[in-house]
């Protein structure tokens, strides 16, 4: 089975100066497999590194950084399959959350799990997505 990473371009506007996380952490952004594209937890940090306060503006940043990703890889949200969000506090921001991802997500909609959890790698984080997409049939 061949697996192969995905970089993020050093000139990603989405990602900025936060590109350098994946190698001082010691993890890809996404890894493609026998026609999936599996990404990493992706936060809603702002290009320059910083968090936002609210969860439609985190929630906003992280589904930006997996369109990216996605866009690496010539595809769009529509190819996502299967995602999971993580949530601090999700009762309270969930309503927020789900105001921000029907603005951006479209059909057809992935399977999506979100699970409330008592923090994240950094303070301040909110929210924290995980997806899979599919290449088309044709492609990889």
């Known amino acids: 089975m061949t697996i192969d990473t995905v ?17 001082r952490f010691g993890y890809s952004a996404a890894v493609r497999a026998k026609g999936l594209l599996f ?19 985190q929630t906003e940043a992280a589904i930006r950084r997996i369109e990216e990703i996605l866009r690496v890889e010539d595809l769009d949200l529509s190819a ?25 997500i479209k059909p057809p909609y992935p399977a999506w799990s979100m699970i409330g959890v008592s923090g994240l790698a950094s303070p301040g ?10 290449y088309p049939d ?3």
């Open 7 to 23: 970089e993020i371009p050093e000139n990603s506007e989405v990602f900025g100066e936060t590109r350098n996380a994946f190698a």
């Open 80 to 104: 996502l399959v299967d995602v999971t969000s993580y949530h601090v506090d999700i009762h309270q921001h969930l309503p927020g959350f789900s105001e921000t991802k029907q603005r951006l």
């Open 39 to 57: 990404i990493a937890g992706t936060i809603g940090r702002r290009s320059d590194g910083s968090i936002p306060d609210s969860i439609q503006e």
């Open 138 to 140: 044709t492609s990889r």
């Open 125 to 134: 984080l909110l929210v924290e997505i995980r997806a899979t997409a599919a």
